[in-house]
């Protein structure tokens, strides 16, 4: 199942500005589960936390619980201000002039009414380290926001691309777009590869466009893009983002909620076993330079220790630091 991306949301976010701003809020139900419908002036909003948010014509039987009950209450016939995404991340707040209501996309998600920056209530309280969830505590967002400039190191280049505001297909895309195999370490990349990559990455954002993939006439999928994966699917260009995506989501087959959470969590497992793969890559790499290098490294540490600066710089144009009892050489 296609679960929205950083950039998507992005997208969404000002698809829905344009209609929505300076509307008022109407009412919130909730459709079972973690999923919402907000009534905004004469607009369904459909959130299905850590999964999808776009407007809707599908109108699925829906009921009140505590939580909308309390949201109906502060936000009666509240003002939309704006609609923004909070740190470029899957974080949307709908903002209005009696309160902001924060949707998490991440993870199983959540949703958070905030006033005066504290939360009065929430789809569920959490707790972290460095964050709660909690009626009367501060809101933070997570710190670990996704990072707004490409910086390669040398685990696998889709590693560094996923800290990126795009998500993974356009990632890969990027990636496929200029034939670089995603696990190729990051340092390897010349400098100009690296920027044909931000080049890339930058067009995928600027040209951002719905798109709708079919096969024998069933949508199999949306982006904002045409990806590489499904060209030799039928495509169509939805007029909006939230058209393709609540079409999507409306014929989607019914799946099982455990296999659903089974395979997310094999997902997550191989993207960090290929993380892992990178690192030991990395690892191995160093420790065979070392070993390769190693009498000429136990020389320089003689040398350092028998405080022959001269014969170190000259011999391996090295340096010593006694203050920070280190040493810099060329192997």
């Not at 209609?19 to 009534?39: A, D, P, Q, W």
């Not at 990126?164 to 340092?187: C, F, H, V």
Request: hydrophobic letters at 35%.
């Amino acid at each position: 199942m296609h679960k929205m991306s950083n950039l998507e949301y992005s997208f969404i976010v000002r698809e829905l500005s344009i209609v929505l701003n300076g509307k008022h809020f109407g009412r919130i139900r909730k459709i079972g589960g973690g999923t919402y419908r907000m009534k905004i002036a004469g607009y369904e909003i459909l959130c299905e936390l850590g999964v999808r948010i776009h407007s809707t014509k599908y109108i699925e039987p829906a009921e009140s619980d505590k939580f909308t009950e309390k949201v109906e209450k502060e936000l009666d016939n509240a003002r939309l201000s704006e609609i923004r995404q909070i740190n470029n991340d899957r974080i949307v707040s709908f903002v209005f002039d009696k309160g902001e209501l924060i949707f998490e996309m991440f993870g199983e998600g959540n949703a958070i009414l905030v006033k005066g920056g504290n939360a009065v209530c929430a789809h569920k309280y959490e707790s972290w380290s460095d964050r709660e969830i909690k009626a009367g505590a501060p809101y933070k967002p997570p710190k670990t926001a996704p990072m707004d400039a490409l910086e390669v190191t040398d685990k696998y280049i889709i590693v560094s691309l996923m800290k990126l505001p795009l998500g993974k297909d356009y990632a890969l895309e990027a990636l496929s777009r200029l034939k670089i195999d995603e696990k190729t370490p990051g340092n390897s990349l010349s400098g100009n590869q690296i920027m044909k990559l931000e080049q890339e990455i930058a067009r995928l954002q600027a040209e951002a466009k719905p798109v709708a993939f079919f096969e024998n006439g069933k949508m199999l999928d949306f982006a904002l893009a045409r990806i590489s994966k499904y060209s030799k699917l039928e495509t169509a260009e939805p007029g909006t983002l939230s058209e393709a995506a609540d079409e999507y989501y409306a014929h989607l087959e019914k799946t099982n909620p455990k296999l659903d959470k089974l395979k997310e969590r094999l997902e997550k497992q191989a993207e960090r076993l290929s993380e892992l793969q990178g690192e030991e890559k990395a690892d191995k790499e160093k420790g065979d330079f070392i070993y390769a290098n190693f009498q000429k490294a136990e020389e320089i540490i003689a040398l350092a220790k028998s405080d022959k600066a001269q014969e170190l710089e000259k011999k391996y144009s090295g340096k010593m630091d006694k203050k920070e009892k280190s040493v810099e050489a060329d192997l």
